[in-house]
């Protein structure tokens, strides 16, 4: 099998009142673009009415072009991170796409994108990299935390395959958090895909504060 450096790559985002998070994101992504040049990914970020930044404007004044914004704070005042993938998701028409599923506390690598293009296998396979979770003051300079094994929120797959699994179980898994990762591998397998394990040495999720919507 051959992976191919021009497959269009959608980079999932849902965030609620995570401003500087956000800018961190925008800055890494916009770093990526510069120095690689490539043009075949976008950014797709769902926002649950976030007040303390202007989204639109931030990524105006990136180099980032493409990129979509979908607004649910109306229809959805509470954070539900499995209505907002998948409505991610459905937002994309190309089946021969990728969909890469990430998180805001999560430098962005060089090799990220390449790393889905190359694992990922229409009707075959999905991705879902081993991360370092660092520990509190450690930096990805200076990296000190553990390898997550059992967590799977970073995950790549093409779009035909996430319709094909039905996406997130959003019933099951609309105000309990955490375990809808879990249930989409256990999907993945149930629709007789593979899943590649691959530690990724450079991809780091930064500690951060508990978050709003986990205090309820």
């Not at 779009?159 to 094909?164: E, N, P, V």
Request: charged share 20%; with cysteine.
């Amino acid at each position: 099998m051959e992976w191919h450096q021009r497959i269009h790559v959608y980079v999932v985002i849902i965030v609620q009142q995570q401003g500087q998070w956000i800018k961190y994101f925008l800055n890494q992504v916009s770093r990526y673009y510069i120095q690689s040049h490539d043009e075949y990914f976008s950014i797709i970020i769902v926002d649950f009415g976030s007040t303390d930044i202007n989204i639109r404007d931030e990524l105006d004044r990136s180099p980032l072009k493409k990129f979509k914004i979908i607004q649910l704070g109306k229809k959805y005042p509470k954070f539900i991170k499995t209505i907002g993938l998948n409505t991610a998701i459905e937002a994309i028409d190309d089946p021969n796409s990728i969909i890469l599923i990430f998180d805001l506390h999560f430098n962005f690598p060089m090799d990220i994108l390449d790393n889905a293009r190359k694992r990922c296998f229409k009707g075959k396979t999905a991705y879902t990299p081993i991360i370092l979770r660092l520990n509190c003051y450690a930096t990805p300079s200076h990296p000190n935390g553990f390898r997550e094994i059992f967590g799977y929120g970073i995950l790549a797959m093409y779009k035909y395959d996430f319709k094909r699994t039905g996406g997130y179980d959003s019933v099951n898994y609309r105000e309990q958090w955490g375990g809808e990762d879990v249930q989409m591998v256990n999907s993945i397998f149930t629709h007789n895909l593979d899943v590649e394990r691959v530690c990724h040495p450079t991809l780091y999720h930064h500690y951060h504060r508990s978050l709003p919507w986990k205090l309820v």
